[in-house]
């Protein structure tokens, strides 16, 4: 309507004033990620959010995503200003892994190699040895593995057992999940299967084992985004947030994409396929992240001692992606 005209028009202004570009995340809202294309920005998963925000020669980022990626902006590009809509936009697995814990879990363990999500806070990031992202934690993981490296992952345990399960490797797992594709039914996708035949299933390992198990396709958003893609499947049923929805039908115009089942009838679900952290990164969200002064600050700061040190495995990830 009018008034997302007015914050889009003005949104466009204050980029090219402030020499910034906005990068957003596959969960974001679509008019979020359409912003982001039209405006010279990306859309992308995590691991390419870095990388863009590392190489882009804009002064500012504008990152619409949650709290990590922000910081995760910052820690690679420590001379940009990182701006985010929100500051509150944070993530069930970051806080699931507070770094006091997580430094005793890693200190009981000193004989691991310790490999963490990039879904946690810069002061867990710099008591890591490598920092993964889901697209790419599977061959890192096999790299260390074949090294003959015991392995200590953290936080999310159901990602961390589907690598287990895949790579067999010798692997001790924190137990955190994120409350999004934790709440993927068994029972409820074995109904919608039955009603749909023909479809294909693509789930993301941060759902439970026995919703991968049902899976045709299990992999990081831009991984399931292939799938889509190369799957002769007319109809999709998605396990992850419909944020994804966006990309996957603007690349497969003529497929249909269907939301894997949350929870039982009549039953309600605080975070239903969809992110509500990620949810917080509206229009005027932007616009103030923009206009931003001390009294309402969007501005992402990390220690520089910390980031310092959290930039070592953030930098192993990015290398061995090359
Ligand atoms: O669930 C998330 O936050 C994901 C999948 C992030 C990413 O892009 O790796
Ligand atoms: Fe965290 Fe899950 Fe939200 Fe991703 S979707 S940011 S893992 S809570």
Not at 6 to 11: G, M, Q, S, W
Not at 60 to 77: C, N, P, Q, Y
Not at 234 to 251: C, E, N, P, S
Not at 296 to 313: R, S
């Amino acid at each position: 309507d009018e008034q997302k005209a007015d914050y889009k028009a003005r949104i466009k202004a204050l980029l090219k004033a402030r020499d910034a570009v906005l990068v957003a995340h596959y969960y974001t809202d679509p008019e979020i990620q359409a912003l982001a294309e039209e405006t010279g920005g990306c859309v992308s998963d995590s691991l390419e959010m870095a990388r863009f925000g590392k190489t882009h020669p804009a002064k500012t980022l504008i990152v619409a995503g949650v709290k990590f990626m922000g910081e995760t902006a910052k820690i690679l590009s420590p001379e940009k200003t990182v701006l985010m809509p929100t500051l509150e936009a944070t993530c069930s697995l970051d806080l699931g892994c507070p770094a006091d814990q997580f430094s005793a879990f890693c200190d009981a363990h000193p004989d691991h190699t310790v490999v963490v999500y990039a879904n946690t806070s810069a002061a867990v990031k710099a008591r890591a040895d490598w920092v993964v992202t889901s697209s790419i934690a599977l061959e890192i993981v096999e790299h260390l593995d074949s090294q003959g490296k015991k392995i200590l992952w953290a936080p999310d345990k159901h990602l961390g057992g589907y690598i287990n399960k895949q790579t067999g490797a010798d692997m001790l797992l924190w137990q955190s999940a994120c409350i999004v594709h934790d709440e993927f039914k068994t029972r409820a996708l074995m109904d919608m299967k039955a009603l749909y035949p023909d479809a294909a299933v693509l789930v993301h390992p941060e759902s439970p084992a026995s919703i991968v198990e049902m899976a045709d396709a299990v992999g990081s958003t831009s991984q399931l985004i292939k799938a889509a893609q190369t799957l002769p499947n007319k109809r999709l049923i998605v396990a992850t947030d419909r944020g994804i929805f966006y990309k996957m039908q603007q690349l497969c115009p003529d497929k249909e994409f269907v939301e894997a089942p949350t929870a039982g009838e009549g039953a309600t679900c605080r975070s239903c396929a969809h992110c509500p952290w990620m949810a917080m990164n509206g229009l005027k969200a932007i616009y103030e992240s923009l206009t931003a002064d001390e009294l309402q600050p969007h501005e992402i700061h990390v220690d520089p001692a910390l980031a310092e040190k959290a930039m070592v495995p953030l930098n192993r990830m990015l290398d061995f992606a090359e």
